[in-house]
């Protein structure tokens, strides 16, 4: 076939086949192998992947003159019609189909490459074939160039080290694998002495400390052996641990290991210390010193002694265990065999090397805080400053009883201000004309209501003005529910309205009475103030005389007899009432037919008739 009857996909395949050619350094097909071709071997001038692309636009550029050549029926029919590239039909592949093909291509021949087997061991193997070592070559630049082809470019990159195999690309075959670098010392320890199993650095659990357990973290190992305890107490620790060991060698192996760190953190509770130590194994022991506590008598007759010398209790808040209060008769420093180890190790001694390194270790912490061994014993520090705080003021408060009160230096109040002459009290300011208005009070959500507020400032300025200018209160005599009958009196308004029924409900809730009868109350005292609200509340039997010739005035002015009861006379229709009040005056009062319901109606008159025709009731008369 020739040149120009190739399709462009054979033309894009025959350009891939010269770049692999090229790339492997044999001749292409058609072409010999004359020195002015390239060197066998040689590296190629271009990478596949440009080569590739370069098919491909060399594709598109040939289907693109095919579609623009003038067809053979637009020649003339003298002339010859001029050849034409071939248009791609439906059977011929695309360009894209083509570029797709090759690198399909390219791809099973980097699978044939890596099909074969590989070798784990740098051994030495017969020289490749020229070609076949080429190939290789090629199908691993092709790999290459298929990773990193759709990868961003990162600024940091070297643009040299571009044509380098990335870190995940495959591995190269046996003949090119390099050369793997001999194993190191610490490799082959590891492999032949498996690591120990991992194991947390402290096993104490602080987070569960409390008034009666607390947890110290680990002293810090020592360059240089010292003394565990510096002193009295701490030493008296140290030597109920060594004055009953049976092996002085345990012991110095023991504060070996406490100079070392090898003591965790220790946990202190009543009666027991607990702590792991670790040993020659990997796994640390865990190790424990048991001390009797102290019963409750002893620590009553600690605390007595205590409570006795403040000085003990001085030297206790400054971290010191005083000689008085250990020599009390209380057992309170550990003596020989009082201490009682307990460890998991095997080692049957007592005590074993571990517990002696928690005991040296203990003493540590006895020297810095002797409330540790007071915790031993059974009772936390803030539960004895408090009972020792508690005792000391109540033996303080007795003994001062019991001096009773000392005469203290000084001057009579009377003696000093004798013979002193007082200056005159200032002329009084003039009282004003009346009382001043009280300020606005702005009504809040929730609050008392503005307007009662007024009212009540008010009602205080009139009763503070009479009080400046007459010397008396008038209505200081007043009960609370006469008080509180004269409030809702002067609110103005008449009767149980919705504008005073908040005011009503309020100070018949404060008086213990119905806002009806407060109402009623209301009433009389307007009708005649304090000797009305009495007129109507309390009933009284007048004397002969001015009551006694009320009914014949009333028949002489044509009204029918009335019934009397006390001081009250009464229509025979049950709707109009006459009453006599102490102050001599006769008062109104109405009701419904029928009902004893009766109200204070009109002005007191001292005329019983006037008072009865005062009704604005027409059946009155």
């Not at 109920?240 to 192996?253: F, G, K, Q, S, Y």
Request: aromatic share 4%; proline share 13%.
């Amino acid at each position: 076939m020739s040149a120009e009857e190739r399709t462009p996909a054979e033309e894009a395949r025959e350009a891939l086949r010269a770049a692999r050619a090229g790339a492997s350094g044999e001749p292409a097909e058609g072409e010999s192998g004359s020195a002015d071709g390239p060197e066998r071997g040689a590296a190629p001038e271009a990478r596949p992947g440009e080569v590739a692309r370069a098919a491909l636009r060399a594709a598109v550029a040939a289907r693109r003159e095919g579609e623009a050549a003038p067809e053979e029926a637009d020649a003339g029919p003298d002339q010859p019609a001029a050849p034409a590239a071939p248009r791609p039909t439906p059977t011929s592949p695309r360009p894209g189909d083509a570029a797709r093909e090759a690198l399909r291509a390219a791809r099973r021949e980097a699978d044939r490459g890596e099909r074969r087997p590989r070798k784990t061991t740098p051994r030495p193997a017969p020289a490749p074939a020229e070609g076949h070592s080429a190939q290789a070559q090629a199908a691993r630049d092709m790999r290459n160039f298929l990773s990193t082809a759709f990868r961003m470019p990162d600024l940091a990159d070297d643009p040299g080290a571009e044509a380098q195999p990335r870190t995940d690309t495959p591995e190269p075959s046996a003949e090119h694998a390099p050369t793997p670098p001999a194993p190191s010392t610490t490799a082959t320890r590891t492999s032949d002495h498996p690591a120990p199993p991992h194991h947390p650095s402290s096993m104490a659990t602080p987070h569960r400390d409390s008034e009666l357990r607390r947890t110290f973290p680990p002293f810090a190992p020592r360059p240089e052996p010292q003394d565990f305890a510096t002193t009295w107490w701490g030493q008296a620790w140290v030597d109920a641990l060594e004055h009953t060991a049976l092996d002085v060698n345990r012991l110095a192996r023991g504060r070996g290991y406490a100079d070392a760190g090898n003591v965790d953190a220790i946990t202190v509770t009543p009666g027991l210390v607990l702590a792991y130590v670790r040993g020659s194994r990997p796994r640390p022991y865990r190790v424990q010193l048991r001390l009797r506590r102290l019963s409750d008598e002893d620590w009553e007759r600690l605390l007595e002694a205590a409570v006795d010398s403040p000085a003990d209790i001085a030297a206790l808040l400054d971290k010191e265990l005083p000689h008085t209060l250990a020599d009390r008769g209380v057992p309170l420093l550990p003596g020989p065999g009082d201490l009682i180890p307990q460890c998991s190790c095997p080692d049957s001694g007592r005590p074993c090397k571990h517990a002696a390194a928690l005991c040296y270790q203990t003493a540590r912490l006895l020297d810095a805080d002797p409330f540790v061994l007071l915790l031993l014993r059974g009772r936390g520090e803030r539960e004895l400053l408090d009972t020792l705080s508690r005792r000391s003021a109540a033996s303080a408060a007795r003994a001062a009883r019991e001096r009773g009160p000392a005469a203290l230096p000084g001057v009579r109040a009377s003696e000093a201000l004798a013979g002193r002459p007082l200056p005159p009290l200032p002329a009084p300011l003039p009282a004003p004309a009346h009382p001043e208005a009280p300020p606005a009070y702005p009504a809040a959500p929730g609050g008392p209501d503005p307007f009662a507020l007024d009212q009540l400032a008010t009602d205080a300025a009139a009763r503070a003005h009479a009080l400046l200018t007459t010397g008396r209160d008038p209505v200081g005599g007043l009960t609370l529910w006469q008080d509180a009958v004269r409030l809702a009196a002067a609110r103005p308004g008449s009767g149980l309205t919705a504008a005073t029924r908040s005011l009503y409900a309020t100070l018949a809730a404060a008086v213990d009475r119905a806002p009806a009868e407060l109402a009623r109350a209301v009433a009389a005292w307007r009708q005649g103030g304090l000797a009305g609200l009495t007129v109507l509340e309390e009933p009284w039997d007048p004397p002969a005389g001015r009551f006694d010739r009320a009914r014949p005035l009333l028949l002489a002015a044509d009204l029918p007899a009335f019934r009397p009861w006390r001081n009250h006379l009464t229509h025979p229709a049950g709707h109009a009432q006459l009453r006599l009040g102490q102050d001599g005056l006769w008062y109104a009062y109405e009701s419904e037919p029928g009902h004893d319901d009766w109200w204070p109606r009109g002005a007191p008159d001292l005329d019983p008739v006037s008072a009865l025709t005062t009704l604005d009731i027409p059946d009155a008369l």
